[in-house]
């Protein structure tokens, strides 16, 4: 019977481990990058992404973000921050403008 692609690999991949382990090779780190966090967001950065970049309105503002109009609100007010993945968005939207067009795209 003929081994499939897939047999063929991970029978590579069993080589490579063993081949490892005696110290006759030294695999690649498959570890990349850790990004650093997210940006901390002030009232008044949100604001301005929100009205100077974007021209939107909060209720608008707060659809793209898949938040509530309130929490848009309380960011500006200095009430409450945005969360990590929440900073993590502001942040792709305030590098790549294009961004927004193509999650507003049909």
């Known amino acids: 019977m003929a081994k499939s692609q897939i ?25 990349r990058e850790i990004p650093q966090p997210a940006p901390k967001w002030s009232s008044k950065k949100v604001k301005k992404l929100r009205t100077e970049t974007y021209h939107m309105s909060q209720p608008q503002f707060a659809a793209l973000l898949n938040v509530k109009p309130p929490t848009v609100r309380a960011w500006e007010q200095g009430q409450k921050t945005p969360s990590g993945a929440a900073s993590r ?18």
């Open 7 to 31: 047999e063929y690999e991970i029978i590579e991949g069993l080589k490579q481990a063993v081949a490892h382990e005696k110290g006759e090779i030294k695999l690649k780190s498959t570890v």
């Open 89 to 106: 968005l502001l942040e792709v939207f305030l590098k790549d403008h294009g961004m927004i067009k193509k999650l507003m795209a049909p």
